[in-house]
């Protein structure tokens, strides 16, 4: 006897089943049943069907997006914690100088503008130009005069972070204007130290010992003390 075949409806059903476990199988990614659908893929890392709507050809551009993203981000965060200071600064200064009496002059306090700038290896050239007013001993009433102290310097510094302690020296020149003008030029070693409170502006104290000396005077010993601040640029 002849063995019958499958019917027609037969395989029609089967192949619809079988398109239909195909489509299945590309939904989820081509995992099994009981299986998760999106572990990923060898090529990619990471399967496409788990973003709706976004193809393997779109998925590459994103992918290269998120990693040039995440590099730029290791770089910034990479970035040199010491903060960077610029090389210039203006500024100014309250003090007192100490004339210990000789030559006629007293104590005196002065306004000073200050300024500095980089040059290398912790060495900065320095400026301080002041405008004192000292006690005139020779005059019966002791009245204030005026004079004038311009210097410049060299200083070096032994710290370079936000805190800057440094030693120096200044070349200084001072003219005092009472009944007669007397002129003296001295050099003064100094010592200091700056704070930082921002990028740009420091707060600091300064002390100066200086020496000035004049043709048929004295030599006059001066203890100048100044605070002051600076901004920089």
Known sequence: MRRRGP????????????QRSNKSADTHGGASVGERPCPGNARSGLNPGCFPGVTPVEWRPM???????GFTLALLSASPAQA??????LGLSLGYMDFNRTNGLDDA???GVDASLYIENGFEVVSLSKIAFPRDTTDRNE?????????????????????RPYVGSDLSYLI????????FVGIGPNVGIDFFVSDSVSVGARAQYNFYIALNEKTQRTLTLSAGAAAYF
Do not use: H, W
Not at 63 to 69: F, H, N
Not at 178 to 183: D, E, Y
């Open 63 to 69: 992918r290269t997006l998120l990693c040039t993203l």
């Open 109 to 111: 306090f002065f306004v």
């Open 143 to 163: 009245k204030r005069v005026v004079g004038l102290a311009p210097s410049i310097g060299i200083r070096y510094l032994l710290m370079e972070e936000s805190i």
């Open 7 to 18: 019917d027609a409806g037969d395989e029609g059903q089967g192949g619809d089943q079988g």
């Open 84 to 89: 960077q200071f610029a090389n210039r600064s």
């Open 176 to 183: 005092v204007f009472k009944t007669s003008v007397s002129n």
